[in-house]
């Protein structure tokens, strides 16, 4: 009996122990569940962490190498940025399409802030950098094909030859692309010895420092210097085309001879004023302008109303005594005797077709004083009736 009595107590410490064991099994279990759980949403929110960071990182890289391509020096413009930024989008951040979208928007932000406000030109620029990031990315995705197959030892099939040639061309049109856009460092140093050149027979040694460049490729392609005036401090635009003669924009030069003609013209105002020609001679207009070289034109121009009608010998007999009688009241005007020929011209108002414009030759006038007034205006007949301008 007591050896039953024991079996049965050890048989059920057993079970005890086995359904112990069991829930300690099952609550091990459970906790190494609830620590799966958590560790998937610490990693969830790790994953979701790094991709914030990296996404702030991607935009923050578009931005700042779109404002760096169009607000850095020439230098720095000129090395492929938006080329790399468009690998980068590929291969880094896999986000291809996304990254010429966006740069396309971010360009177009930061040219109007620029001070381009056309839209025209504005999408012009922003589409080019939209386009080279575009290039990059063809680029990435050719350097990808072809490094798979290469990997896979498929290096002589027929669809590695089309990433290779794919590769080959993307580099050779983004080269080109950028050279048209960014010019190169070559260019930029004959541009920057020519303008040297031009300083030093113009100007003395140290009145100009480069302050900025900037290369421009919408119209005649040019490098726009920005020059330091050390004398006044100010800055002064010098344009140096990019063709074979690396023609020079003096914007100094054009600044002073601008002032000159305001000042003049001024002064020619006052005479008239003085002299009381303004009522003498109604209707013809007298003003010494700039041409497109940057030298002075002294300019006579009478307005005439034909109702239709053309121009006819009276009118011109009758201009042609007015500039003689104008000339010769203007013998005073000491800015006159700088001047080898006027330019006279007869406007008709009703047909431009008629309109006459010719060069008077005006040395005689202070050099020969045989001359008489009816001498005089048939010589400016004559020359009105050398050259019609349709």
């Known amino acids: 009996m007591k050896k039953q009595k024991k079996d049965i107590v050890k048989k059920l410490s057993k079970k005890i122990e086995k359904t112990k064991v069991n829930i300690k099994s099952k609550e091990e279990k459970q906790r190494k569940k609830e620590e799966k759980q958590q560790k998937r949403k610490k990693n969830k929110v790790l994953i979701k962490t790094i991709e914030l960071v990296e996404t702030i990182v991607y935009i923050l890289a578009i931005i700042i190498a779109i404002f760096a391509n169009l607000y850095?020096?020439?230098?720095?413009?000129?090395?492929?940025?938006?080329?790399?930024?468009?690998?980068?989008?590929?291969?880094v951040f896999n986000r291809p399409v996304t990254t010429t979208v966006f740069g396309m928007i971010v360009a177009v932000c930061a040219v109007y802030i620029t001070?381009?406000?056309?839209?025209?030109?504005?999408?012009?620029?922003?589409?080019?950098?939209?386009?080279?990031?575009?290039?990059?990315?063809?680029?990435a995705f050719a350097f990808s094909k072809s490094w798979y197959y290469i990997k896979?030892?498929?290096?002589?099939?027929?669809?590695?030859?089309?990433?290779?040639?794919?590769?080959?061309?993307?580099?050779?049109?983004?080269?080109?692309?950028?050279?048209?856009?960014?010019?190169?460092?070559?260019?930029?140093?004959?541009a920057r010895k020519r303008l040297d050149n031009?300083?030093?027979?113009?100007?003395?040694?140290?009145?100009?420092?480069?302050?900025?460049?900037?290369?421009?490729?919408?119209?005649?392609?040019?490098?726009?210097?920005?020059?330091?005036?050390?004398?006044?401090?100010?800055?002064?635009?010098?344009?140096?085309?990019?063709?074979?003669?690396?023609?020079?924009d003096d914007g100094y030069n054009k600044l002073r001879n601008i002032n000159k003609e305001k000042n003049i013209n001024e002064n020619?105002?006052?005479?008239?004023?003085?002299?009381?020609?303004?009522?003498?001679?109604?209707?013809?207009?007298?003003?010494?302008?700039?041409?497109?070289?940057?030298?002075?034109?002294?300019?006579?121009?009478?307005?005439?109303?034909?109702?239709?009608?053309?121009?006819?010998?009276?009118?011109?007999?009758?201009?042609?005594?007015?500039?003689?009688?104008?000339?010769?009241?203007?013998?005073?005007?000491?800015?006159?005797?700088?001047?080898?020929?006027?330019?006279?011209?007869i406007k008709n108002n009703e047909n431009t077709s008629q309109n006459i414009t010719s060069y008077l030759n005006i040395e005689k006038f202070f050099k020969d004083n045989s001359f008489t007034m009816e001498h005089d205006y048939e010589y400016i007949k004559n020359a009105l009736n050398v050259e019609y301008i349709n």
């Not at 230098?75 to 080329?83: D, H, K, S, T």
């Not at 381009?116 to 680029?139: D, F, H, Q, T, V």
């Not at 300083?199 to 920005?226: A, P, T």
């Open 72 to 91: 850095g020096n020439i230098y720095i413009q000129m090395i492929p940025i938006l080329f790399i930024l468009g690998i980068v989008g590929k291969i």
């Open 115 to 139: 001070g381009i406000r056309s839209i025209p030109k504005n999408l012009i620029i922003s589409s080019w950098m939209a386009a080279y990031i575009a290039l990059g990315e063809l680029c």
């Open 152 to 190: 896979k030892k498929k290096s002589s099939s027929k669809e590695a030859c089309g990433s290779y040639l794919l590769l080959i061309i993307t580099l050779i049109v983004s080269i080109g692309v950028y050279n048209y856009t960014n010019s190169n460092i070559f260019d930029l140093q004959k």
């Open 198 to 248: 031009y300083l030093v027979q113009n100007y003395s040694d140290s009145m100009f420092r480069v302050s900025n460049v900037r290369y421009n490729f919408l119209g005649e392609k040019s490098f726009e210097f920005y020059m330091e005036n050390i004398k006044d401090g100010k800055i002064y635009n010098f344009l140096v085309s990019k063709d074979e003669k690396y023609d020079i």
């Open 268 to 345: 020619l105002i006052k005479y008239f004023t003085d002299n009381k020609l303004n009522e003498k001679y109604e209707g013809i207009k007298v003003s010494i302008e700039l041409n497109e070289v940057d030298n002075f034109e002294f300019k006579i121009l009478k307005e005439v109303s034909k109702d239709g009608g053309d121009i006819n010998d009276d009118d011109i007999l009758k201009y042609s005594k007015e500039i003689a009688m104008l000339i010769n009241d203007l013998k005073n005007f000491e800015y006159l005797k700088n001047f080898q020929q006027i330019i006279i011209s």
